[in-house]
């Protein structure tokens, strides 16, 4: 199965990938967190990334083609794939539509979150990461014990990015250039959209019923 998680930062594409890694063992490509590694082990691709990140700026888009591509190239994307943060431009969108074509993979669906502005605000600013990929929140969905991710046991911690300001430029952001890609995917008929206001299982339960019709 090969699925886009889209929407805006915070909409919950992170929290339901998790569950649909587990659910149906195929691979999360987050690119934010590829970006994250990167910066943190101190490559030159994380050099490049960090101003942008930073400001809550789109990496370039060559920079991300090329992660793409080589990630979805990988063994364990063989069986699938969950596109987590990836496209996020009409460039991005028809570099990986080449890269499928060669490797072919069609995109099965595309799951549009929908979260209005106010929550996501609320999100963000509430949100603990861990290296590890998972994510939290304070109030909404904190780990079991304090401070200390479920799923491997590192701090948890607040992600630079996640300031009041970055957040807004990242909402201006998601709407000048990621918001058409609502409209490039639905005319391929493969655009489903989610009410990703209501709890995190209740939005997973509707996810893997759509997705029961691709299995
Ligand atoms: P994204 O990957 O889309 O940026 P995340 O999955 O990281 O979003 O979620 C953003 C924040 O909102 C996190 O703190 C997460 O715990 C919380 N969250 C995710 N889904 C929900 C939900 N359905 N209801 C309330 N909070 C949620
Ligand atoms: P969120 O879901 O909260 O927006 P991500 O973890 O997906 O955060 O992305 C964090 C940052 O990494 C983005 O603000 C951007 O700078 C960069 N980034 C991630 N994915 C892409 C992408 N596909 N294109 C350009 N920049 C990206
Ligand atoms: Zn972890």
């Known amino acids: 199965m090969n699925i886009i998680l889209f929407g805006p930062p915070g909409a919950g594409k992170g929290t339901q990938a998790k569950k649909l890694v587990e659910y149906y063992k195929i691979p999360q490509v987050a690119t934010g967190d590829i970006l994250r590694a990167n910066l943190r082990e101190g490559t030159e691709l994380g050099l490049a990334a960090k101003e942008y990140m930073d400001k809550g ?31 996020r431009t009409i460039p991005q969108a ?44 304070k109030t909404f969905n904190p780990p079991e014990n304090e401070g200390i991710c479920d799923a491997c046991g590192a701090e948890v911690y607040q992600r630079a990015d996640d300031t009041a300001d970055a957040v807004q430029n990242r909402l201006d952001v998601y709407k000048k250039q990621t918001q058409p890609l609502i409209e490039y995917y639905d005319e391929t008929g493969v655009l489903r959209t989610i009410d990703g206001t209501r709890d995190i299982n209740v939005v997973f339960e509707e996810i893997k019923a759509i997705l029961s019709e691709f299995a």
């Open 57 to 87: 700026e789109l990496v370039p888009d060559e920079v991300l083609i090329g992660i793409i591509k080589n990630r979805l190239t990988e063994a364990d994307c063989e069986k699938g794939f969950i596109l987590d943060g990836y496209p």
């Open 94 to 137: 028809d570099a990986l539509g080449e890269i499928l074509v060669e490797i072919e993979k069609p995109i099965d669906v595309v799951l549009n979150f929908e979260v209005p502005d106010e929550d996501l605000v609320e999100r963000i600013s509430g949100r603990l990461m861990c290296k590890c990929g998972a994510s939290y929140h």
